[in-house]
């Protein structure tokens, strides 16, 4: 085990800071415990542009589009094709085929515009009160919950690089991750982490019954579980 080789390999197929290498599945599914710490690194940069002198929502807007830089897009990409496949109302191998569909459809619009007017309103929120531990620790957590669907749907893993991601989410990879986000938390409110919990069952449940009923998880549903995640960890600031 290498630590910093499992961290590199995360932060290179996570984000656009890594250096870009040739890696195997194995590499690929070891690095599954460093996926919250990568989060931290996210996090810290949005902690720090938020301190820029801008007026509130002209800085949301730009860490809307920082997060979406750093990532590539990767983790909005899985829930528009989710957004899709679940809107379709399809299923079996049609619901995959509208899933896999590099088109983006009109469910997958909808899902994007309201996932990101919404991460924006609550980075707004964010800056307005300087709670830079709340940009911190939600990208922290939001890996967390990939992590936790991964462990969750193992049994259904379907052939693509999410399978890799879902076959390295072994209980030692939940607990390293865990780890990490307690971490991060610790810079929380109670209450805050509490809420945030609670607010994360509801996507986390939604996912597993839908990758169930359809037989089957990759990748999409576990860019889909960061994002829900993220979201829920910004979400009692809004109380």
């Not at 997958?108 to 709670?131: H, Y």
């Not at 990939?146 to 693509?160: E, H, K, Q, V």
């Not at 982490?193 to 169930?212: N, S």
Request: hydrophobic letters at 55%.
């Amino acid at each position: 085990m290498n630590p910093l080789r499992d961290f590199l390999v995360a932060l290179t197929f996570l984000t656009r800071l890594g250096r870009a290498e040739i890696t195997t599945s194995e590499a690929v599914r070891r690095s599954m415990p460093m996926y919250p710490l990568v989060g931290a690194l996210l996090g810290l940069i949005l902690a720090l542009a938020s301190r820029l002198p801008l007026s509130s929502w002209v800085l949301a807007w730009g860490l809307t589009g920082l997060n979406l830089y750093l990532t590539r897009g990767l983790h909005w990409d899985g829930w528009a094709d989710l957004w899709d496949g679940w809107g379709s109302g399809a299923a079996g191998d049609r619901f995959w085929a509208i899933v896999k569909d590099s088109h983006t459809g009109a469910f997958g619009v909808m899902g994007l515009v309201l996932g990101l007017g919404l991460q924006t309103a609550l980075f707004e929120r964010a800056v307005a009160l300087g709670a830079w531990g709340h940009l911190l620790f939600a990208p922290v957590f939001g890996r967390l919950c990939c992590l936790a669907l991964a462990r969750l749907g193992r049994g259904l893993a379907r052939p693509g690089l999410g399978q890799n991601a879902l076959n390295g989410a072994t209980g030692q990879a939940l607990a390293m991750g865990g780890a990490t986000a307690l971490l991060a938390a610790l810079a929380m409110p109670y209450g805050h982490v509490a809420i945030t919990c609670a607010l994360t069952i509801v996507p986390l449940a939604g996912l597993t019954a839908l990758a169930r009923r359809q037989a089957g998880m990759n990748g999409d549903f576990l860019g889909a579980a960061i994002i829900a995640g993220e979201l829920c960890a910004l979400l009692p600031l809004a109380l």
